[in-house]
């Protein structure tokens, strides 16, 4: 099962938003919508931001969004703040048979 | 709080044994799935595998790359998990996570420990 594909840096200015993008295929992404979404500092745990493509868990703020179509799920941040810089992995079920999960390579977010 | 905490990592030659332990608190360690997650120095997450609760016969899943090497198994008894590792390979160098599966349909990783690192080397 490969990897989820995602774009390996993105950028914006405080206050500005950002896209991240996810790519799978139709046996992990576009079959299921069990996409999560990870934020990870350096030297510390992934934190989850966002599960089944759209929903927030308590105490993550409302500029992270999830959405989904097709075989591509997106992260938007809105608002970006200076804390928002981290990595961003992306993640899928991928089904029984297989690898059951399947993350993305990840996103280095830079806010500038 | 929810807490998980992994130890046992540390220095394995290439072709050693070495086990992890996930140590659970703070939620019943016994209904949850529990995974493990790695990170090789500078890459992305890779998911290894999972074990179910008992009430779903402690079913085992494998990533591809490890299976056949790595067993999962849990001790509800200690609300701890484990990662006996085998026929270890330089390329299993990584921080190794445990993970709990969140949600009611188990659709997520909703809480982390901080990570061990196994390092596999001559």
């Known amino acids: 099962q490969s990897a989820l594909t995602q774009p390996a840096s993105v950028s914006g200015s405080p206050g500005q938003s950002i896209t991240i993008s996810c790519t799978g295929t139709s046996s992990d992404v576009g079959s299921y919508n069990l996409v999560s979404w990870y934020q990870q500092h350096p030297g510390k745990a992934p934190k989850l931001m966002i599960y089944?493509?759209?929903k927030r868990p308590s105490g993550v703020s409302n500029r992270f969004s999830g959405s989904k179509s097709g075989n591509t799920a997106s992260l938007t941040i809105s608002g970006l703040q200076a804390e928002d810089e981290a990595d961003y992995y992306c993640?899928?079920?991928?089904?029984?048979?297989?690898?059951?999960?399947?993350f993305g390579g990840g996103t280095k977010l830079t806010v500038l | 709080e929810v807490q998980l905490v992994e130890s046992g990592g540390g220095l394995v030659q290439p072709g050693g044994s070495l086990k992890l332990s996930c140590a659970a608190s703070?939620?019943?360690?016994?209904?949850?799935?529990m995974h493990w997650v790695r990170q090789a120095s500078g890459k992305g997450l890779e998911w290894v595998g999972r074990?179910?609760?008992?009430?779903?016969?402690?079913?085992?899943a494998y990533a591809a790359s490890v299976k056949g090497r790595f067993t999962i198994s849990r001790d509800d008894s200690k609300n701890t998990a484990y990662l006996q590792m085998n026929s270890l390979k330089t390329e299993d160098t990584a921080v190794y996570y445990c993970?709990?599966?969140?949600?009611?349909?188990?659709?997520?990783?909703?809480?982390w420990g901080q990570g061990t690192l196994v390092t596999v080397s001559s």
């Open positions: 993970t709990r599966q969140g949600g009611s349909w188990g659709s997520h990783f909703d809480y």
């Open positions: 089944e493509v759209s």
């Open positions: 993640c899928s079920y991928a089904g029984s048979s297989t690898s059951n999960w399947v």
């Open positions: 703070g939620f019943t360690f016994s209904g949850s799935a």
């Open positions: 074990i179910r609760s008992k009430a779903n016969s402690y079913a085992t």
